[in-house]
Structure formats: C-alpha cells, structure tokens
C-alpha cells in the first residue's frame, strides 16, 4: 500500500458517532461556573419533555444518587474510599448539569450519561485531546513535501492527485449523483473500540484508519479488525495510555512491517482501566501481520 491516509481524529469513537448516539459534553466548549453549571429554566424543562429528552439535573437527589449507583454497576466502577466517591459523585452532578444543558442547545443529537461521566472536565481533556509536535504542524501547513529526512525517517509521502486527460468525443450523458456516500455501506468500516480510561486514541484512529484503507486498497471485505493493542502496547516512541501522535504509530507499523489482526492480539480488558500489558515481542517475531504500509499522508 503506497499510500496511507492519515486524518487528523480527536476520537476514534466520536469520528462514527449516529446522530443519536450519547456522548458526554466536549471539553471545548466555554467554561461554565464551578458550582451550578447551568440552571435549567422551567420553560426549557418542558420543551425537553416535549422531545422525550428527561431532564437528569431536575431529579430529587435520591434518584441522582440512585442513577450514580447504576453508573457504577454498568461501568465496574469502583473507589478507593469514601472521599473518593463523594468527588466522582460531584462530577456525576455536574455532568448531568452539561447533558442537559447541550440536550437543550442541540436539535440533532441526544446526549446522555456515559462512561466518563464521573470524570472532571480536566481529566476528559486529557482522554480526547489531540496531540501533536513540530513535523505533524508542519504536514498540516503544507510545508512538507516529503523530501526532508525526518519525513523519510516517518514514512510520510507528499500527497499527489494524477488527473486523467479529459475525454470529450461521444455522447454526453448526464450521471446522477447519490445523495450520501457512507464507507460503512462498503463494508470498510469496524467496530468502534471502547477505549475505556486509557489515552489511546492515537493508536485506536491509526489503526481503524489502516483497517479500512486496506480492505479498500485489497477489495477485501468485510475490513478485518486489527490489533490496535500492538501498536498502543508495543510503540515505545509513543506513551500508551499516557497518548501519543498518530504520525508515530504509522511509523511504527512501518518499522514493524504490519500489524496483526485483532483476533490474534485482542483488546485487553485491562486497557479500560488504562492500564496496558507488556509487549508480546518474542510473539510479534513469528507474527502473521494482516496488513502492511509503507507510507502514510494527509489528504489535503
């Protein structure tokens, strides 16, 4: 494969998300006061009700306490002691605070409690954010035209479009164009991963990005799911849990020569908790990798 794409995700998940999907609020938007983050009016509590969205921040303590309990049971969530819990317990408020108030802002989605609901606005900052350093900025400005050493050193190719002559003899035929295009229709697309607590979405995006230019590039579908758990585990240039830059684990599966199915190294349990298993190296000597790459590039 000559070329590998390579798309700028904050999150491996929310890049797929349905309209309708849940997700927790985004760290981007502007702060909101520490103690009530917003107060919804009784005006807005009833359109809510109206679109068959509940207001979460409206119900008797009891039922909070009681949805928290439920959260905990759901996600496995468990504390170390009392003090602990009365935090996570407070951001759990808080947060039922934020889905209504992008409930009562947004028409297209409904939003509701997942499983970073008990984290802190700096702590989901930490699971989302996009990493970056000077050679990916520069890509980014076009500045890059692959020439350089620490491009060749990366695998990154300059992205070019060969346009074919234009054919003008013959009847003219007007097409018709589809309204959509979905990838997922053609079968190039996997599961999304659940990453769980551990800032790896480095490695999950780089690694659906190769699933499913490879089914594309080979024909080959449904696209195979691939080992992200080698690249997140197994690229020492890269932070595992702690994140890394997607540039890093394309150059990793180049250095490496291909990465392995997901069947053959499946997603660790343990990586929810944002903890990562060593490395299988003596495995990955004999391992048959179910796609390669040899470069990547940004579609500009």
Request: glycine fraction near 8%.
């Amino acid at each position: 494969l000559s070329q590998m794409k390579y798309f700028k995700k904050k999150n491996a998940k929310a890049d797929r998300a349905s309209k309708n999907s849940q997700v927790l609020a985004s760290p981007e938007l502007p702060p909101r006061p520490r103690q009530v983050v917003f107060e919804l009016p009784e005006y807005f509590e009833q359109q809510l009700y109206l679109r068959g969205i509940e207001p979460l921040s409206k119900k008797e303590l009891l039922d909070k306490q009681q949805l928290f309990s439920e959260y905990k049971l759901k996600h496995k969530r468990s504390y170390k002691d009392e003090e602990e819990e009365s935090l996570r317990l407070g951001h759990f408020m808080k947060n039922l605070e934020l889905i209504d108030w992008f409930n009562y802002h947004s028409n297209r989605a409904t939003f509701g409690v997942t499983s970073l609901a008990d984290r802190s606005r700096e702590e989901y900052f930490q699971f989302t954010s996009h990493r970056t350093d000077d050679f990916v900025e520069s890509v980014k400005a076009g500045a890059e035209d692959g020439s350089s050493w620490d491009a060749t050193f990366r695998g990154f190719s300059a992205y070019s479009t060969n346009y074919a002559a234009a054919d003008h003899s013959g009847t003219r035929q007007d097409g018709k164009l589809s309204k959509e295009f979905d990838w997922r229709d053609y079968g190039v697309v996997t599961h999304v991963r659940n990453q769980g607590t551990c800032g790896d979405c480095w490695a999950v995006a780089a690694t659906e990005d190769i699933e499913g230019v490879w089914a594309i590039a080979t024909g080959k579908t449904p696209a195979q799911p691939l080992a992200e758990l080698q690249v997140a585990a197994c690229d020492a240039a890269e932070n595992g849990c702690d994140g890394g830059i997607m540039s890093g684990a394309y150059q990793y599966v180049i250095s490496q020569g291909g990465v392995m199915a997901e069947k053959e190294y499946p997603y660790s349990p343990a990586q929810g908790s944002g903890v990562l298993p060593q490395c299988p190296y003596r495995f990955l000597g004999s391992a048959q990798f179910a796609a390669q790459i040899s470069s990547w590039t940004q579609v500009m």
